[in-house]
Structure formats: structure tokens, C-alpha cells
């Protein structure tokens, strides 16, 4: 008799038929019903399209007190990211976590109602990230030996400033100088995971470009322009010559 009244899941059609019901499914821990996934779906879009930075799969985790695990949490981030694409906003998985934002492609819409406008790095400044980024970690002076000029310190703090490079650490040279490396804050605002994900070297400057408001003003003394100056502390800089 009990088996009648409190069929067992998988032995009653119609334990069957209330799954396929069209009711939500129930996100489970352990065997015991907790949230849905269309609600849970709508926690993660506030959370995240309010928050101003990346937020990781443990903070996550929190807005559901312990409701929902780790794994199903990645499992209803990937099918977010599903149902978002051919939109003008994506859900994207950055080094710091998951965060939604404009795409590209609709940025430039954007621009033409900001009265900002967007600032841009100076070229010694994109050469001196580029370095960075592909020879990490690297001291000021192996940055001068590749470039072949003076890197003056405002260039170094522009980057520092930014957010985008960080001193790891001290080589062991006489002087002790300073070695950087990339952080995940320049992962992030470049939309990538890992340093693996690096455009071609090629590219980068073009991508760091394209950022629009993620691009810092130049700070090295120089007015907020692209094209050829004078280089850090050289009367005379390879942007002059031919």
C-alpha cells in the first residue's frame, strides 16, 4: 500500500508526466528540492548586471546560502551565456570571474550619447604594455633594451595606475630592480581568461584601442594622441625615425 500512495520516482507514469509538465525544474542538493533554475537564472542576471566588476563563482555561490553547488552554479552560468548570444549584451567568463558586458560591435552606438570622449593611450605607452604582456616578467630595463629608448617612470605609473601592470617582485641584479607582469585586472577589461588568450602581438595595440572607456588617458606628459611623438626622456625617438 505504501509503495501505491508514495510511488517512487521513475516507477509511476505520472511522477513522469508532472516532470514533463512544463513546470520548472528544481535545482537539487542532495535529493532534497531547493531553487529552480528560472529563478536562479534571475538572482545571477541581477547580481551580475549590477555589479560593476566580475564576480567569481564562490560570491555566487553566497546569494544562494548554500542552495545550489559549485558545479550546478557553472552549469547555469553556461546556459546563460547560451540564451544571451545575439544580443547586444554577452555573459563572458573573465580571469576575476563572470560579468556581462556591452559588445564591441555596440559600442560605438554608445559613444555617440556619452559626452565623454573616449581617452587613448600614448604610443610609448602601448609599446610598453605590449612588451609586458608577451615577455612577462620583465624589468625597466629589459623594456629599454627592447624598445631601444629611455622608458621614463609616468609611463611605467600609467599602467601601474590603471590597474593593468603590477611589480612582482625584485631581481636579484645589482640596483635590485623592479620586474612586472601583467595582472588580472588587464585580463579582464581585454575580456580574456588567461594570458593564452592574448590577441597576436600584432593586435594588441589595435585591441587596446578598441576598449574606448576601459583605456586610460595617457599620463606621460603627452597630449592624448596615437600618433608619432617624441618619446619618454630621448631627444630623438624611433616614432620620428622613417
Same mark, same amino acid.
Given at each position: 500500500?505504501?509503495?501505491q500512495?508514495?510511488?517512487?520516482?521513475?516507477?509511476d507514469p505520472?511522477?513522469?508526466?508532472? $516532470?514533463?509538465s512544463? &513546470?520548472?525544474? =528544481?535545482? %537539487? !542538493?542532495? /535529493?532534497v528540492?531547493?531553487l529552480d533554475?528560472?529563478?536562479a #537564472?534571475?538572482?545571477?542576471?541581477a547580481?551580475?548586471l549590477?555589479?560593476?566588476?566580475?564576480?567569481?563563482?564562490?560570491?555566487l555561490?553566497?546569494?544562494?546560502?548554500?542552495?545550489?553547488?559549485?558545479?550546478?552554479?557553472?552549469?547555469?552560468?553556461?546556459e546563460? $551565456?547560451?540564451?544571451? &548570444?545575439?544580443? =547586444?549584451? %554577452? !555573459?563572458? /567568463?573573465?580571469?576575476?570571474?563572470?560579468r556581462?558586458?556591452v #559588445?564591441?560591435?555596440?559600442?560605438?552606438?554608445?559613444?555617440?550619447?556619452?559626452?565623454?570622449?573616449?581617452?587613448?593611450?600614448?604610443?610609448?605607452?602601448?609599446?610598453?604594455?605590449?612588451?609586458i604582456?608577451?615577455?612577462?616578467?620583465?624589468?625597466?630595463g629589459?623594456i629599454?633594451?627592447?624598445?631601444?629608448? =629611455?622608458?621614463?617612470?609616468?609611463t611605467?605609473?600609467?599602467l601601474v595606475?590603471?590597474?593593468?601592470?603590477?611589480?612582482?617582485?625584485?631581481?636579484?641584479?645589482?640596483?635590485?630592480?623592479?620586474?612586472?607582469?601583467?595582472?588580472?585586472k588587464?585580463?579582464?577589461?581585454?575580456?580574456?581568461?588567461s594570458?593564452e588568450?592574448?590577441?597576436?602581438?600584432?593586435?594588441?595595440?589595435?585591441?587596446?584601442?578598441?576598449?574606448?572607456a576601459?583605456?586610460?588617458?595617457?599620463?606621460?606628459?603627452?597630449p592624448?594622441?596615437p600618433?608619432?611623438?617624441?618619446d619618454?626622456?630621448?631627444p630623438e625617438?624611433?616614432?620620428?625615425?622613417?
Amino acid at each position: 500500500m505504501n509503495e501505491q500512495t508514495n510511488p517512487k520516482p521513475g516507477t509511476d507514469p505520472n511522477f513522469e508526466d508532472e $516532470r514533463e509538465s512544463g &513546470e520548472p525544474a =528544481a535545482l %537539487e !542538493l542532495g /535529493s532534497v528540492p531547493t531553487l529552480d533554475v528560472a529563478q536562479a #537564472k534571475l538572482v545571477l542576471e541581477a547580481a551580475l548586471l549590477s555589479s560593476s566588476e566580475p564576480l567569481t563563482v564562490l560570491q555566487l555561490k553566497r546569494l544562494f546560502a548554500g542552495e545550489i553547488d559549485a558545479d550546478t552554479l557553472r552549469r547555469i552560468l553556461d546556459e546563460m $551565456r547560451g540564451e544571451w &548570444e545575439g544580443r =547586444a549584451i %554577452e !555573459l563572458t /567568463s573573465v580571469a576575476s570571474g563572470w560579468r556581462f558586458r556591452v #559588445k564591441p560591435d555596440y559600442q560605438v552606438y554608445l559613444d555617440r550619447i556619452s559626452s565623454e570622449r573616449p581617452p587613448r593611450y600614448s604610443r610609448a605607452v602601448l609599446e610598453t604594455l605590449a612588451i609586458i604582456a608577451y615577455r612577462q616578467p620583465v624589468s625597466r630595463g629589459d623594456i629599454e633594451d627592447i624598445r631601444g629608448v =629611455a622608458v621614463s617612470p609616468p609611463t611605467l605609473n600609467a599602467l601601474v595606475e590603471r590597474g593593468w601592470i603590477e611589480a612582482i617582485g625584485y631581481r636579484e641584479t645589482p640596483g635590485r630592480p623592479a620586474i612586472f607582469a601583467t595582472t588580472k585586472k588587464f585580463l579582464d577589461d581585454l575580456n580574456l581568461r588567461s594570458l593564452e588568450e592574448l590577441p597576436a602581438l600584432e593586435e594588441l595595440q589595435s585591441t587596446v584601442l578598441a576598449l574606448d572607456a576601459a583605456v586610460a588617458p595617457s599620463q606621460d606628459g603627452e597630449p592624448s594622441d596615437p600618433g608619432p611623438r617624441r618619446d619618454d626622456t630621448t631627444p630623438e625617438s624611433e616614432d620620428h625615425a622613417g
